[in-house]
T-cell receptor
Framework: SQQGEEDPQALSIQEGENATMNCSYK?????LQWYRQNSGRGLVHLIL?????REKHSGRLRVTLDTSKKSSSLLITASRAADTASYFC??????????FGGGTRVLVKP | ETGVTQSPTHLIKTRGQQVTLRCSSQ?????VSWYQQALGQGPQFIFQ???????GRGNFPPRFSGLQFPNYSSELNVNALELDDSALYLC???????????????FGQGTRLTVV
């Protein structure tokens, strides 16, 4: 079963626009992480936000976490064609097991 | 480049056969996890090894088994392959203190297994 569910499932934007995707989860968490995957290859870690944090930035990425609503969002600002990928949220509860959602497929058109 | 390497990159097997996939963790990492990712879906947790002992298992049958070696490299073995086992298998290494993880996982590029 999947803990996190991303919304939307797919997103198509023009280069330079912002992309926002959301993640909802069901149980209490230790931390929440966002990963990117290019075309069926390995996942690349983007950002980790701990359960006691509300917002975190990394370059053009901004992640928020609302533990009362069990939700998180990932914002990519000023998107580039190279941002085209699938984005996954993953929650960590016990140990270091990552529970992934189904992902958001982002297409950035030049 | 994450420093996590998986082999082979692609593999075709016949239903009923057995397969072994290999993973070399990033230096200094003591935890390795394996995930199965079907086409168009998110990765599903298979199991995790911490200091050579299984430290958690997902909803996979016993024919999925693993090992972690003293140098923290790892194997995933799947017996009696079924068509539904066709997927991308991902290995991830991380550093966990006391078995608990608050750090990112570094993924290999995966092994694409096709069962025919």
């Amino acid at each position: 079963s999947q803990q996190g569910e991303e919304d939307p499932q797919a997103l198509s934007i023009q280069e330079g626009e912002n992309a926002t995707m959301n993640c909802s989860y069901k149980t209490s968490i230790n931390n929440l992480q966002w990963y990117r995957q290019n075309s069926g290859r390995g996942l690349v870690h983007l950002i980790l936000i701990r359960s006691n944090e509300r917002e975190k930035h990394s370059g053009r990425l901004r992640v928020t976490l609302d533990t009362s609503k069990k939700s998180s969002s990932l914002l990519i600002t000023a998107s580039r064609a190279a941002d085209t990928a699938s984005y996954f949220c993953a929650t960590v509860s016990a140990g270091n097991k990552l529970t992934f959602g189904g992902g958001t497929r982002v297409l950035v058109k030049p | 480049e994450t420093g996590v390497t998986q082999s082979p990159t692609h593999l075709i097997k016949t239903r009923g056969q057995q397969v072994t996939l290999r993973c070399s963790s990033q230096s200094g990492h003591n935890t390795v996890s394996w995930y199965q990712q079907a086409l168009g879906q998110g990765p599903q947790f298979i199991f995790q090894y911490y200091r050579e002992e299984e430290n958690g298992r997902g909803n996979f049958p016993p024919r999925f088994s693993g090992l972690q070696f003293p140098n923290y490299s790892s194997e995933l073995n799947v017996n009696a392959l079924e068509l539904d086992d066709s997927a991308l298998y991902l290995c991830a290494s991380s550093l966990a203190v006391g078995g608990w993880g608050n750090t990112e996982a570094f993924f290999g590029q995966g092994t694409r297994l096709t069962v025919v």
